[in-house]
């Protein structure tokens, strides 16, 4: 029995952001509202980045790549990724095999793809990294390449100092936000307070409080959530969904750490009356990593039965990991029953090693020998062809030929 239950939020982040890779939650794909790639020579990119002080993106892919044209489809056309990178970059494309491409590649030793680089006008690499990236994370990379320590702390310097227009604010907040300072939320909140209402419609006033908007106690996001319709038409629904869940998650983190169980009810509440699809079942999610992350297993395992039952859930996953949290911290047999049945679905629906043991250990706790017997020869025949290792199923073994 390999598996661990550490509590690690693994479970949401899948929910929030795996599901988002692998396609389960829709990414905008508004080409109007994403990236705009400069069309010209590489040579007319880096003149552009010198007229325009701006460093050059640069996608260097392959037309068979399939990471490329995931990224190309689901990142490149969102409007948070278009907001940021239009503003911020010469964005440009180069294909690897065909045109400049091949003396590109050779020039900056470009041998995977996709590889993401930033380059100054003097043609000088300023950041390079290889293989695809989600939204948040390709933002997040474009602003290290913007980060500036020298030019944060003259800005920290004029913000003591007492300077506190509307265009230097936004400036000092994008250099906190990229420096990951604690100090940006209070800042924050002072330029939000000096805001008016036409203000608040400015498009990079609205960009800018979209990136403040990660914890759901933050002013930022209440604005969010107070001007839904007007960030959703300028960032897509989608984009907007990923808003609300990635803060709820940051949000939720706190609480469990803290065992916060008002917060928790706070933001459980906020994502439940959100309006986002599936914001009931989110909600449900949330209600089970907080009784994980709490250890309070009566309230997990009503919960989860509930949950299962409610969405008639069929993920063989995740139906691997509530029966392994019940195998581990539940002694009902009303309970352990269900964690069976759960454990089996998941077998049918995928058998892996990992389930299969799962079944086992349940059906040795429930005091079924001889089945636990073949359900761990089982788990550990399919260990074996796969190469992964089974040392504990082995001891459940013995207790089981002990018994």
């Known amino acids: 029995m390999l598996q ?9 982040q899948r929910a929030v952001l795996g599901l988002l890779l692998i396609g389960l939650l829709p990414l905008s794909a508004s080409a109007q509202q994403g990236m705009k790639f400069f069309q010209g020579s590489w040579e007319e990119a880096l003149a552009e980045s010198k007229n325009t002080g701006k460093p050059v993106f640069v996608d260097a892919y392959t037309t068979w790549c399939g990471p490329c044209k995931k990224m190309a489809k ?51 690499i300023l950041k390079k990294e290889k293989g695809a990236r989600h939204p948040d994370n390709f933002i997040e990379m474009g602003r290290t390449v913007l980060f500036d320590e020298d030019a944060l702390e003259a800005l920290s310097k004029r913000y003591e100092a007492g300077e506190r227009e509307l265009p230097f604010m936004r400036d000092y907040l994008n250099a906190l936000i990229v420096s ?76 469990v750490e803290d065992k916060d169980k008002t ?39 009503k919960s989860a039965v509930s949950y299962v039952d409610k969405y008639n859930l069929e993920d063989p996953m995740m139906l691997n990991k509530l029966a392994w949290n019940f195998y581990l911290n539940v002694d009902s047999k009303k309970y352990l029953n269900e964690a069976k049945n759960w454990a089996e679905r998941s077998v049918a629906k995928k058998s892996l090693y990992a389930n299969n043991d799962t079944l086992a250990a349940l059906l040795y706790k429930l005091g079924d ?4 017997l073949i359900q761990a020869e089982k788990a550990i025949a399919i260990a074996k062809m796969s190469r992964k290792p089974y040392t504990k199923t082995e001891k459940l073994l013995d207790q089981i030929l002990a018994r």
């Open 263 to 301: 917060s928790f009810q706070a933001v459980r509440d906020l994502v439940a009356k959100s309006g986002i699809e599936k914001a009931d079942d989110y909600a449900h999610r949330f209600d089970l990593e907080f009784y994980e992350g709490t250890a309070d297993w009566k309230k997990y395992a």
């Open 180 to 255: 990951g300072d604690a100090a940006k939320q209070r800042v924050a909140k002072e330029y939000l307070d000096r805001l008016s209402d036409e203000d608040f419609k400015d498009p990079e006033n609205m960009s800018l409080i979209y990136d403040l908007a990660n914890r759901t106690s933050s002013p930022a996001f209440k604005v969010v959530m107070d001007q839904k319709e007007a960030y959703i038409e300028k960032f897509g629904p989608d984009s907007y969904k990923d808003k609300i869940l990635k803060s709820a998650v940051e949000s939720m983190k706190t609480a």
């Open 4 to 12: 661990v239950s550490n509590f690690s939020f693994s479970w949401i």
């Open 74 to 124: 689901t990142v490149f056309t969102r409007a948070d990724v278009g907001d940021f990178y239009n503003k911020h970059f010469v964005n440009y494309k180069m294909d690897m095999e065909k045109g400049e491409g091949p003396d590109f590649a050779k020039k900056y030793a470009v041998s995977s793809y996709p590889t993401l680089l930033f380059i100054n006008a003097e043609g000088e």
């Open 369 to 372: 020998n001889t089945a636990a």
